[in-house]
């Protein structure tokens, strides 16, 4: 090579080095040229995360080669068709925008299975049904025929034992907190206590004490210690001396208890209206009076982080108080309303034929769908961004995102409508519930993942 060839490519090499440079630099920083709009754009990235994880995805109809969890960059900026597949599982998609210089998240991605078949796990007619705070237990009672027998299922071993209890069992009211109690009450609207620790003994509230309560509450403290009401006055029983203790209380429509004190309804005198108060620590003698409803005796009240859902049973309304540094005001009232939960200050409720989420913060109210069979229950994923919807003869799990489409797949189509018999694991992947199928009768499970 003579001298000026090798100054041609020294030359060459140095404009090459001048014009590639750049483009290097700003390739480095994420800048790619979109053909489409012939201009120079900052890229952005998707974080896909799924559970389980290792499902294969899927970007604008061509496979990537890569599974979930993972973080695809240097994405122009523009709408994207997202398909996560796993085989078993039904299909996860969802059109979402990429924005410059940005992450775009879809973390919270649960896929369940498609092929969902129901183990039974106790055959027979379910009657009552009832699942532990942590649900780690469900109790339950069985029909077959002439005899009603009664069981604890326990999700750690997923095994059931009968328990000694002969009772003409009408419903399971509620657990103790430390979950060792259960109340219950008899067709004859006897009051029972069911002491889950000495051998499932039974304690007859009625028959001890000779009183016939309306109305029994647990104490939010103690699992011996219960509150109930008869003729609109309160009285407190204590299990461990079987003492009853009336208490100098007005009278009563409601109450509950809580770490601060009472919240209870009552009736001033010659008034029209009921009024909401707070017995503070379980004392009448310092009681803060919150606001008035009109007057019903179906009124129940329900305290959840800071909010106390006051719901009227007849007129299917619901009233949302919050508890804000000791000065509660209602926020709305809600009608039509056959059933509420909450989660995360996110209000799920329904009616008929709708279901909604009303926003506490914001207090926005969408409607998530309007079905055109009626809607039997709705209940959060303890988890997940979903929501379980029961109709008649289907139950669905619909995924709750402002994003695109819904994401929604039907599980199983029970024969008998399963409403508040079911229940999550504590792990949140499999459901049990009772219901009736095509083959049996009984107590099911159905392992969503």
Not at 58 to 79: A, C, Q, R, Y
Not at 330 to 345: D, I
Not at 414 to 438: G, H, R
Request: glycine content about 2%.
């Amino acid at each position: 090579m003579t001298l000026k060839q090798r100054r041609w490519l020294y030359l060459g090499l140095i404009i090459l080095f001048f014009i590639s440079a750049p483009l290097f630099i700003i390739y480095s920083f994420g800048f790619r040229y979109n053909f489409q709009q012939q201009k120079l754009q900052k890229t952005g990235a998707l974080y896909l995360r799924t559970h389980p994880s290792g499902a294969e995805i899927i970007l604008n109809n061509k496979s990537i080669g890569i599974n979930t969890p993972n973080k695809i960059i240097n994405l122009l900026p523009g709408d994207y068709q997202i398909l996560l597949q796993k085989n078993g599982y039904f299909p996860w998609q969802k059109s979402l925008r990429i924005q410059s210089s940005l992450t775009t998240f879809a973390e919270d991605v649960y896929l369940f299975k498609n092929q969902l078949i129901p183990e039974l796990l106790t055959n027979g007619q379910i009657d009552n049904f009832s699942a532990s705070p942590t649900r780690k237990k469900i109790i339950y009672t069985v029909n077959q025929g002439k005899i009603k027998n009664t069981f604890l299922f326990y999700f750690d071993s997923f095994k059931s034992e009968q328990i000694d209890v002969t009772l003409d069992l009408k419903n399971f009211n509620n657990w103790s907190n430390d979950e060792t109690k259960i109340l219950a009450q008899t067709k004859n609207q006897h009051f029972f206590v069911i002491d889950l620790n000495n051998q499932n003994k039974v304690i007859n509230l009625w028959q001890n004490n000779n009183l016939i309560f309306d109305y029994l509450s647990w104490d939010d403290q103690s699992s011996n210690i219960l509150w109930g009401l008869i003729n609109q006055k309160l009285y407190k029983i204590d299990l461990l001396t079987n003492q009853v203790e009336k208490i100098d209380s007005p009278k009563i429509f409601n109450f509950l208890p809580a770490t601060e004190g009472f919240y209870y309804i009552f009736q001033k005198p010659n008034s029209t209206n009921l009024t909401v108060a707070l017995a503070k620590y379980k004392k009448f003698d310092e009681v803060k009076e919150i606001s008035e409803l009109p007057f019903n005796k179906t009124f129940q009240i329900k305290k959840i982080a800071d909010w106390l859902f006051i719901y009227n049973s007849e007129e299917l309304t619901l009233y949302l108080l919050k508890l804000n540094n000791q000065q509660p005001l209602f926020y709305n009232v809600l009608k039509s309303v056959n059933g509420y939960a909450l989660k995360n200050n996110n209000l799920l409720y329904w009616n008929d034929f709708e279901y909604f989420i009303y926003n506490l913060d914001n207090q926005n109210n969408q409607l998530i769908e309007r079905l055109s069979t009626p809607i039997s229950q709705v209940f959060w994923h303890p988890e997940a961004n979903y929501l379980l919807v029961e109709t008649a003869n289907s139950l669905k799990i619909i995924e709750i995102d402002d994003r695109d489409q819904k994401n929604s797949y039907e599980l199983i189509k029970p024969e008998q409508l399963i409403m508040d018999k079911i229940t999550f694991s504590p792990n949140n992947e499999i459901i049990v519930f009772a219901t009736k199928t095509a083959e049996a009768e009984g107590l099911f499970s159905l392992n969503l993942q």
